[in-house]
């Protein structure tokens, strides 16, 4: 009788964990290659003047702490996919997306994609740029 049960555990264990861990990986808002280190942003601002940096914040958190990046482009997430027609000119162009610390930007990063934008998360958002390079805005 105990083995009988012990291998009811198992087998419910088993069928849990190959039901769980797909829904998981399903779940995962980026792909490898759709994310960019604030290091790896740095170096395309410095090569490329013209790169275009997303920032997906509010207006006040621009002037909070954290502050923004010099040339940014500003369009909260909440208000994107109504305003994608401001970002037409760059479709053909990287677009590098910020925020606070890489949620919304991740979010904001698959709506650009879903509308053909050649779209990057830029990890860690401007926490990680701050922690990287201090007070330095470009």
Not at 76 to 84: A, Y
Request: proline fraction near 4%.
């Amino acid at each position: 009788m105990k083995k009988q049960y012990e291998w009811k555990h198992l087998l419910a264990g088993l069928i849990l964990l190959l039901t769980v861990v797909p829904l998981v990986c399903a779940c995962s808002t980026e792909k490898p290659g759709e994310q960019v280190s604030v290091q790896d942003l740095q170096k395309k601002i410095a090569k490329d003047k013209g790169s275009v940096v997303l920032d997906v914040r509010t207006a006040p958190e621009l002037t909070s702490e954290l502050g923004k990046l010099d040339g940014v482009i500003n369009i909260p997430v909440q208000e994107l996919e109504q305003r994608l027609a401001e970002l037409k000119a760059y479709q053909k162009s990287p677009v590098y997306v910020i925020c606070r610390s890489g949620n919304r930007s991740g979010v904001a990063t698959r709506i650009l994609r879903e509308h053909g934008f050649e779209a990057y998360n830029v990890t860690g958002g401007m926490r990680a740029w701050r922690a990287a390079f201090g007070a330095n805005n470009r």
